[in-house]
């Protein structure tokens, strides 16, 4: 069985996003079910912008939209760990 990282919105039931990078953070939240505001899942328009709390995440590509120390663009980062997240 492949690794996988914990992660928790809002509050919400934790759940399991792949630990390989198959998927952004933003395509495992939906795959989940979780609700999730964007636009242009580029990291252009910051739409999706997020607040960590606890966790690191690694960029896939370098963020266009301004975000502040311990905000994240879910777009187009992937899980390097347990997250707990503010969206």
């Known amino acids: 069985m492949s690794e996988t990282f914990k992660v928790r919105v809002n509050q919400l039931p934790v759940i399991e996003v792949p630990a390989d990078g198959s998927q ?15 636009h242009c899942r580029t990291g252009f ?5 997020s607040k960590l709390h606890e966790g690191e995440v690694e960029y896939v590509n370098d963020p266009l939209a301004y975000i502040r120390p ?11 760990s347990d997250l707990i997240l503010d969206h």
Do not use: F, N, Q
């Not at 328009?45 to 912008?49: I, L």
């Not at 311990?70 to 390097?80: D, N, S, T, Y």
């Open 24 to 38: 952004s953070l933003l395509e495992a939240l939906e795959a989940a079910g979780i609700e999730t505001r964007y």
């Open 45 to 49: 328009c910051g739409a999706c912008r």
């Open 70 to 80: 311990g905000e994240v663009l879910p777009c187009i980062c992937i899980a390097k």
